[in-house]
């Protein structure tokens, strides 16, 4: 459904004084596919890309280079109209903070009809019946209609951003970090939400989350960033034990889980710079299993079967443990 091929973004940060501007590699060759009806979660650090792939995938951010193509249709060879007819139409984004990405100066009605109304969907009562139909389908009364944002709780606000997000029937809803705004109490909530709307829907769905067992429990697959680069992708029963690379291994080591104990993988070494990524593969400088080749050409994709991908010279074993892999580490 939606394909992305090599696709790069680099975004110029001002630093070092007035006149000079440093390149911020924010997504470095990513190649990435979306089949109708599936989950895929992206994890990774904060400033690996996480959010840089999703405006990608949703139009907002034009790639510097590489192509995103939704339906076999090139989006940025496209006319703007068409483009945002396209987009507007078929993929809906639930932002992080929902009180910051709904207006607080619109009610809730208005909020959920402009989607509506800037792509004529409709007559004007049936956009109506669309917005109290909105409501129903994410939980909230018809009296939510007449609230401004600011007069809801945050898990409402975020079941109207859903709502927003779906109210033009899209194919794929990408959501980034929908619960790390809201209460522990909610989380779970808007979650369910999400995944219950999927399957009643049929929609196909981008989760990105720090919340990495949350995400391994959701998807179908899950995709590991690290420094703007996409660095595994694999089914999301390969995670964690199945998984190959390094990165992937020791994020999740680091991640608490209900019953199992956490038990780190620990990474020393220089954390490179967006600005001035290393040469080579991107995680060398924090790699246990790193040597002169990784330092001098990024690794080629390889495969673990047709649905795991990752990007390393040295993989780890599959079905190697955390404390194997600690004590190759010491």
């Given at each position: 459904?939606?394909?992305?091929k090599?696709?790069?973004?680099?975004?110029?940060?001002?630093s070092?004084?007035?006149f000079t501007r440093d390149?911020?590699?924010?997504?470095?060759?990513?190649?990435?596919t979306?089949?109708?009806?599936?989950t895929?979660?992206v994890?990774?650090?904060?400033?690996?890309g996480?959010?840089?792939?999703?405006?990608v995938?949703?139009?907002?951010?034009?790639?510097?280079a590489?192509?995103?193509?939704f339906?076999?249709r090139?989006?940025?060879?496209?006319?703007?109209?068409?483009r945002?007819?396209?987009?507007?139409?078929?993929v809906g984004?639930?932002?992080?903070d929902?009180s910051?990405?709904?207006?607080?100066r619109l009610p809730?009605r208005?909020?959920l009809r402009?989607?509506?109304?800037?792509?004529r969907?409709?007559?004007?009562a049936q956009r109506e019946?669309?917005?109290r139909?909105?409501?129903?389908?994410?939980?909230?009364?018809?009296?939510a209609a007449?609230a401004?944002?600011?007069q809801?709780?945050?898990?409402?606000?975020?079941?109207v951003?859903v709502?927003?997000a779906?109210?033009?029937e899209?194919e794929?809803v990408?959501?980034d970090?929908?619960t790390?705004a809201?209460?522990?109490?909610?989380r779970?909530?808007?979650?369910n939400?999400?995944?219950?709307?999927?399957?009643?829907l049929?929609?196909?769905?981008?989760f990105?989350?720090?919340d990495?067992?949350?995400?391994r429990?959701m998807?179908?697959r899950?995709?590991?960033m690290?420094?703007?680069r996409i660095v595994?992708?694999?089914p999301?029963?390969?995670?964690?034990l199945?998984?190959r690379?390094?990165?992937t291994r020791?994020?999740?080591s680091a991640?608490?889980?209900?019953?199992?104990?956490?038990n780190p993988?620990?990474l020393?070494?220089v954390?490179p710079?967006?600005t001035r990524p290393p040469?080579?593969c991107?995680?060398?400088?924090?790699c246990?299993?790193a040597?002169?080749v990784?330092a001098?050409?990024m690794?080629?994709?390889?495969t673990a079967d047709?649905?795991h991908?990752f990007h390393?010279?040295h993989?780890?074993?599959?079905?190697?443990?955390?404390?194997?892999?600690?004590q190759e580490?010491?």
């Amino acid at each position: 459904m939606l394909e992305l091929k090599d696709v790069h973004v680099v975004h110029r940060a001002r630093s070092g004084g007035l006149f000079t501007r440093d390149r911020v590699h924010a997504l470095t060759a990513a190649n990435l596919t979306i089949a109708p009806g599936e989950t895929v979660g992206v994890v990774g650090e904060s400033g690996c890309g996480k959010s840089t792939l999703a405006r990608v995938l949703v139009g907002l951010q034009r790639p510097a280079a590489g192509t995103v193509t939704f339906h076999g249709r090139d989006l940025w060879a496209l006319k703007e109209p068409e483009r945002r007819a396209l987009v507007g139409s078929s993929v809906g984004m639930v932002f992080q903070d929902p009180s910051t990405a709904l207006n607080r100066r619109l009610p809730v009605r208005q909020v959920l009809r402009d989607p509506l109304d800037v792509h004529r969907a409709g007559t004007p009562a049936q956009r109506e019946a669309r917005v109290r139909e909105l409501l129903d389908l994410v939980g909230l009364p018809a009296s939510a209609a007449a609230a401004l944002p600011g007069q809801l709780s945050g898990g409402q606000r975020q079941r109207v951003a859903v709502a927003r997000a779906l109210a033009l029937e899209p194919e794929l809803v990408v959501a980034d970090e929908p619960t790390s705004a809201l209460d522990v109490s909610v989380r779970a909530q808007i979650l369910n939400l999400l995944l219950d709307l999927k399957e009643r829907l049929g929609l196909a769905l981008v989760f990105v989350s720090h919340d990495i067992q949350t995400v391994r429990r959701m998807s179908d697959r899950v995709v590991t960033m690290y420094l703007g680069r996409i660095v595994e992708q694999a089914p999301a029963g390969d995670v964690p034990l199945r998984a190959r690379h390094p990165y992937t291994r020791a994020l999740f080591s680091a991640t608490p889980g209900l019953i199992s104990p956490i038990n780190p993988i620990p990474l020393v070494g220089v954390v490179p710079s967006a600005t001035r990524p290393p040469s080579g593969c991107p995680f060398r400088t924090r790699c246990w299993r790193a040597d002169d080749v990784c330092a001098a050409e990024m690794p080629a994709a390889r495969t673990a079967d047709e649905h795991h991908l990752f990007h390393c010279h040295h993989p780890v074993a599959a079905g190697a443990t955390d404390v194997e892999l600690i004590q190759e580490r010491s």
